[in-house]
C-alpha cells in the first residue's frame, strides 16, 4: 500500500479517463504527467512536466516485443507480468505513487494510453491512489498540440520583429505581452555563436513547449487580444525546425526593425556571449569553466570559416586567441570587441542588408529599441 490517499478511487475507471475534448483545458494549466513509457520513448519526446516511470524498462520491453513478433500477444502479455512482479512490481508502483504524492494533478499515458498505462493505473489503484488516464496517450496529446500550432498560423496575426545582430531583438520580444520566444523554446540564440550551455530539447519538445505557449495566446486571443509578435528567424534554430506551417505564416508576416548604433550592439553582444557565456560554464563546470568558454568561442568561429573566407577567418581567430589570453590573465574583456566588431561589419551586416532588401516590401516600421517596443506596445492594445 502507498501509505496515502490522493483521490477516491472510482467504482468505473472510465471515470477517470481525459478525452480529446478536454486536452485544451488540462493542457492550459499545466499539469504533470507520469509517462510509464520506456526511458528511450520518454527520450524521444514527452509532455512538459513529465516524469518517466516506466512499466517496462528498455531491455524488458524488448524482450516483450520480440516476444510479441515471434508468439503473438497473448505470450507477451505473460511474459511482461513475469518480468514485472514481486518486489519489483512494488517498487514501480512506489515510484509512481511517490510522483503523484508530490504532484496531485499527475494524469497517467503511455504510448497510445493502451495497455502499459492502463495496468499501471490499475496497480495504483490496488495500492489506494486514483490518477486519470490520457485516451489516446501521448500520441493523442502531441496531435492535438501539433493541430494548435497549425491552428495558431492560421488565426493568430502575426508579426515579425527584426534587425541587426546585437539590438537586442530577443530581450525586445520578451517585454511585449502577446509574443512568444521562439529562441528560448529551442535553447538555441539561432547564429553560430547560439549554442547556450544546454543541450537543445528534442524537436518533439519543442514543438510541444511551442504549442502550450500558443495554446495560451489563443485563449488570449478569444478575450480580444489577438497579435502575436515573434523574432525574425530562419526556419532553424540550431538543430530545430520551426514548424513547416508556422515559419510560412512568419515569413508572410509583416516586419518591425530595430535599428542601434554599432557601439551599442558591439556591447550587447559583449554582454551576451562574453560575461553571460563565461558566467553559464563556470556555473555548469565549476573548475574548468574558462577552458570550455575559449572551446566554444573558438567552435562557433570554426563554424562559419567557409563563408569568412581564410584571410578574414585567421584576422578573426587571432583577435579571438588575443582577447582569451587577456581575459585569462587579467579578466578583461575589452579586448573581445576587436573581433566582435570584425564579425559584426564584415560578416553579420552584409547579410542582414541582403535579407533586409529581399524583404523591404514587408517592413512596417523601423525605428530604436525603445521606439520599436512603444510602438509594439500600442499596436497590442489597439488590438484588443
Same mark, same amino acid.
Given at each position: 500500500?502507498?501509505?496515502f490517499? &490522493?483521490?477516491?478511487?472510482?467504482? =468505473?475507471?472510465s471515470?477517470?479517463?481525459?478525452?480529446?475534448?478536454?486536452?485544451?483545458?488540462?493542457?492550459?494549466?499545466?499539469p /504533470?504527467?507520469?509517462?510509464?513509457?520506456?526511458?528511450?520513448e520518454?527520450?524521444?519526446?514527452?509532455?512538459p512536466?513529465?516524469?518517466?516511470?516506466p512499466?517496462?524498462?528498455?531491455?524488458?520491453r524488448h524482450?516483450v516485443?520480440?516476444?510479441?513478433?515471434?508468439?503473438?500477444?497473448?505470450?507477451?502479455?505473460?511474459?511482461?507480468?513475469?518480468?514485472?512482479?514481486?518486489?519489483?512490481?512494488?517498487?514501480r @508502483?512506489?515510484?509512481?505513487?511517490?510522483?503523484v504524492?508530490?504532484?496531485?494533478?499527475?494524469?497517467?499515458?503511455c504510448?497510445?494510453?493502451?495497455?502499459?498505462?492502463?495496468?499501471?493505473?490499475?496497480?495504483m489503484?490496488?495500492?489506494?491512489?486514483?490518477?486519470?488516464?490520457?485516451?489516446?496517450?501521448?500520441?493523442?496529446?502531441?496531435?492535438?498540440?501539433?493541430?494548435v500550432?497549425?491552428?495558431?498560423?492560421?488565426? *493568430?496575426?502575426?508579426?515579425?520583429?527584426?534587425g541587426?545582430?546585437?539590438?537586442?531583438?530577443?530581450?525586445?520580444?520578451?517585454?511585449?505581452a502577446?509574443?512568444?520566444?521562439?529562441?528560448?523554446?529551442?535553447m538555441?540564440?539561432?547564429? /553560430?555563436?547560439?549554442?547556450t550551455?544546454?543541450?537543445?530539447?528534442?524537436?518533439?519538445?519543442?514543438?510541444?513547449?511551442?504549442?502550450?505557449?500558443?495554446l495560451?495566446?489563443?485563449?488570449?486571443?478569444a478575450?480580444?487580444?489577438?497579435? *502575436?509578435?515573434?523574432?525574425?528567424?530562419s526556419r532553424?534554430?540550431?538543430? @530545430?525546425?520551426?514548424?513547416e506551417?508556422?515559419?510560412?505564416?512568419?515569413?508572410? /508576416?509583416?516586419?518591425?526593425? &530595430?535599428?542601434?548604433?554599432?557601439?551599442?550592439?558591439?556591447?550587447?553582444?559583449l554582454?551576451?556571449? @562574453?560575461?553571460?557565456?563565461?558566467?553559464?560554464?563556470?556555473?555548469?563546470?565549476?573548475?574548468n569553466?574558462?577552458?570550455?568558454?575559449?572551446a566554444y568561442?573558438?567552435?562557433?568561429?570554426?563554424?562559419?570559416?567557409?563563408?569568412?573566407?581564410?584571410?578574414?577567418?585567421?584576422?578573426?581567430?587571432?583577435?579571438?586567441?588575443?582577447?582569451?589570453?587577456?581575459?585569462?590573465?587579467?579578466?578583461?574583456?575589452?579586448?573581445?570587441?576587436?573581433?566582435? =566588431?570584425v564579425? *559584426?561589419?564584415?560578416?553579420y551586416?552584409?547579410?542582414?542588408a541582403?535579407q533586409?532588401?529581399?524583404?523591404?516590401?514587408?517592413?512596417?516600421?523601423?525605428? /530604436?529599441?525603445?521606439?520599436?517596443?512603444e510602438?509594439a506596445?500600442?499596436?497590442?492594445?489597439?488590438?484588443?
Amino acid at each position: 500500500n502507498c501509505g496515502f490517499q &490522493v483521490k477516491p478511487i472510482l467504482e =468505473t475507471m472510465s471515470d477517470y479517463l481525459v478525452t480529446a475534448e478536454h486536452f485544451h483545458h488540462l493542457l492550459l494549466h499545466e499539469p /504533470s504527467f507520469l509517462d510509464v513509457r520506456s526511458e528511450d520513448e520518454f527520450a524521444k519526446g514527452s509532455m512538459p512536466n513529465s516524469f518517466n516511470f516506466p512499466i517496462l524498462n528498455n531491455h524488458e520491453r524488448h524482450l516483450v516485443g520480440t516476444c510479441y513478433k515471434q508468439e503473438g500477444k497473448e505470450a507477451a502479455v505473460k511474459l511482461g507480468h513475469q518480468l514485472v512482479q514481486g518486489g519489483l512490481q512494488q517498487e514501480r @508502483i512506489q515510484n509512481w505513487c511517490d510522483v503523484v504524492a508530490r504532484n496531485p494533478d499527475t494524469h497517467i499515458f503511455c504510448w497510445r494510453g493502451g495497455m502499459r498505462s492502463n495496468l499501471a493505473r490499475q496497480w495504483m489503484n490496488e495500492a489506494g491512489v486514483a490518477v486519470p488516464l490520457i485516451e489516446g496517450g501521448y500520441k493523442a496529446l502531441r496531435r492535438y498540440l501539433m493541430q494548435v500550432i497549425d491552428d495558431a498560423a492560421i488565426h *493568430l496575426p502575426m508579426i515579425r520583429i527584426g534587425g541587426k545582430t546585437g539590438v537586442a531583438k530577443t530581450l525586445l520580444i520578451n517585454e511585449i505581452a502577446s509574443s512568444i520566444d521562439l529562441e528560448k523554446h529551442a535553447m538555441h540564440r539561432g547564429s /553560430s555563436f547560439g549554442h547556450t550551455v544546454n543541450q537543445q530539447p528534442t524537436q518533439s519538445n519543442f514543438e510541444h513547449t511551442l504549442a502550450i505557449d500558443l495554446l495560451r495566446m489563443t485563449h488570449a486571443a478569444a478575450s480580444g487580444r489577438n497579435m *502575436l509578435f515573434v523574432e525574425d528567424e530562419s526556419r532553424n534554430i540550431g538543430t @530545430i525546425a520551426i514548424p513547416e506551417a508556422f515559419f510560412q505564416t512568419m515569413r508572410r /508576416s509583416p516586419l518591425a526593425l &530595430v535599428e542601434m548604433p554599432l557601439e551599442f550592439r558591439i556591447q550587447r553582444v559583449l554582454q551576451e556571449y @562574453i560575461t553571460d557565456m563565461l558566467a553559464a560554464f563556470q556555473m555548469k563546470h565549476s573548475g574548468n569553466g574558462f577552458e570550455h568558454f575559449s572551446a566554444y568561442l573558438n567552435e562557433s568561429l570554426s563554424r562559419i570559416q567557409k563563408r569568412l573566407g581564410l584571410e578574414r577567418f585567421k584576422y578573426a581567430h587571432d583577435l579571438l586567441a588575443k582577447a582569451l589570453k587577456t581575459q585569462a590573465n587579467t579578466g578583461n574583456i575589452q579586448e573581445h570587441e576587436a573581433w566582435i =566588431t570584425v564579425l *559584426l561589419t564584415e560578416y553579420y551586416d552584409p547579410m542582414y542588408a541582403y535579407q533586409i532588401e529581399r524583404n523591404k516590401e514587408s517592413v512596417i516600421f523601423r525605428g /530604436s529599441y525603445t521606439e520599436v517596443l512603444e510602438w509594439a506596445r500600442g499596436l497590442h492594445v489597439s488590438a484588443s
